[in-house]
Structure formats: structure tokens, C-alpha cells
């Protein structure tokens, strides 16, 4: 994930709740965007 831009994540994140994928592949990307310090991002949006 290293690779994708910040809005990528997010919007992978976002769709992987919409779709109800696995609790863990949400959580991999969830690290990802803590790793970047975008969970305010994340807060202010949801």
C-alpha cells in the first residue's frame, strides 16, 4: 500500500466497510492510514 496516495486508502477503506469485506483487510487499511496520521482525516468524514 505503500504505492497509493493518501485519498486511495481512504477510499479503499471506505469501500471495503460498504462492501462488508474481512474485519481484517479493513484493519490492514485502517493501519495504513494511522501509519500515515490520517485518522483525523478519517473522523472528520464519517
Given at each position: 500500500m505503500k504505492d497509493f496516495s493518501n485519498d486511495l486508502v481512504i477510499q479503499t477503506?471506505?469501500?471495503?466497510?460498504?462492501?462488508?469485506?474481512?474485519?481484517?483487510?479493513?484493519?490492514?487499511i485502517k493501519e495504513e492510514i494511522e501509519r500515515r496520521s490520517l485518522l483525523d482525516y478519517i473522523r472528520k468524514t464519517s
Open positions: 477503506y471506505y469501500k471495503a466497510i460498504e462492501l462488508n469485506l474481512s474485519a481484517d483487510f479493513i484493519n490492514l
